[in-house]
């Protein structure tokens, strides 16, 4: 289909690995999200890329964290020595346009990876 | 930043009830407001949004939001729910930099 697409659904790993998940936004879109969504909790922002610019990385809990756009399409959220509390559903959303138009355009949103840290 | 706060964590109607889930938000200043839904097993999908102009934003299925400025509130009303309207319904704000704040969820089920 045409939405925002992540991988992969599931991730299971233990405490102190390192984990890479995927996220392949609609085609031509702009602006690209990261949230992290703990259990019973609504998302919380990570990190915004406009095109490959990283402009804000406010939310990113940890310098484990990290994440790169590096064409402008595909990102991948890295993290990094892995703890219990990083376990969450983690989401990618896309909108068309970058935060010079339309502020607060609509995010499309993928169904995001379950992350289970042992 | 920022803070949206959804006062409603679990509703539990039959059909054809009406349905007000409440959304308070803490900006002052100009914000975009959205409601968004999750069926189980999707993701997230808009349901109505408010730039500007008329307060009152229907959206998709039967559900409307009203923007009341002066109490900062933004709430979701349905007149008469449906079984599938079981889902997850989260309010987001947005101001400044794209960047979306969302309430914690309310968890609706709608028994038939």
């Known amino acids: 289909g045409a939405g925002v697409s992540q991988s992969p659904r599931y991730k299971v790993a233990k405490r102190g690995q390192d984990v890479a998940l995927r996220c392949d936004p609609i085609s031509g879109h702009v602006s690209l999200f990261w949230y992290q969504q703990a259990l019973g909790q609504g998302p919380e922002f990570l990190t915004y890329?406009?095109?490959?610019?990283?402009?804000?990385k406010s939310g990113l809990p940890s310098d484990r964290f990290f994440a790169e756009r590096p064409e402008g399409s595909v990102s991948t959220l890295k993290i990094q020595r892995t703890q219990q509390e990083d376990s969450a559903v983690y989401l990618c959303a896309s909108s068309l346009f970058g935060r010079d138009r339309d502020l607060g355009k609509p995010q499309h949103f993928g169904d995001g990876t379950r992350l289970s840290i042992l | 930043a920022q803070s949206v706060s959804q006062h409603n964590h679990h509703v539990i109607l039959s059909e054809a009830a009406s349905l007000e889930l409440g959304c308070n938000y803490s900006y002052g200043g100009t914000v975009n407001l959205f409601w968004y839904v999750q069926y189980p097993g999707q993701h997230l999908q808009l349901l109505l949004k408010?730039?500007?102009?008329?307060?009152l934003v229907k959206g998709i299925k039967g559900f409307e939001a009203e923007f009341i400025k002066s109490k900062f509130s933004f709430n979701l009303r349905k007149p008469s729910v449906q079984w599938s309207d079981t889902a997850e319904y989260f309010c987001a704000v947005s101001s400044t930099g794209n960047q979306f704040y969302f309430g914690t969820g309310t968890s609706l089920t709608v028994i038939p």
């Open positions: 408010y730039f500007s102009g008329d307060p």
């Open positions: 890329f406009q095109n490959e610019a990283q402009l804000d």
